[in-house]
Nanobody, 120 residues
């Protein structure tokens, strides 16, 4: 079991930057994969960026070149650096992790969400 606490959202102007943080509770269990999703008004939740335990990353086409996902395993914290923000990025952003309980089983956990609003 892992509890996720997100922070870093807010109101920014187009072209601005934000860094989202996702802090996981201390646990003896390891985190395999971490990702950031977002859900805009009237739309379904979509994957923004993901990072594996090996450090491999992938991004939605809409954010490539602007967003960077990273993780600090020592701090059990993930980050999403968002640069060049656009109004289309306005959404509630959710952290998601896949936690390994045993060699054969995993569970996933979601953060509470942090709101990002990009507007002039």
């Amino acid at each position: 079991q892992v509890q996720l606490v997100e922070s870093g959202g807010g109101l920014v102007q187009p072209g601005g930057s934000l860094r989202l943080s996702c802090a996981a509770s201390t646990s003896i269990f390891s985190i395999d994969n971490m990702g950031w999703y977002r859900q805009a008004p009237g739309k379904q939740r979509e994957l923004v960026a993901a990072i594996t335990d090996y450090g491999s990353t992938n991004y939605a086409d809409s954010v490539k070149g602007r967003f960077t996902i990273s993780r600090d395993n020592a701090l059990n914290t993930g980050y999403l650096q968002m640069n060049g923000l656009k109004p289309e990025d306005t959404a509630v952003y959710y952290c998601h992790v896949v936690v390994r309980l045993t060699s054969r089983s995993t569970v996933d956990s979601w953060g509470q969400g942090t709101r990002v609003t990009v507007s002039s």
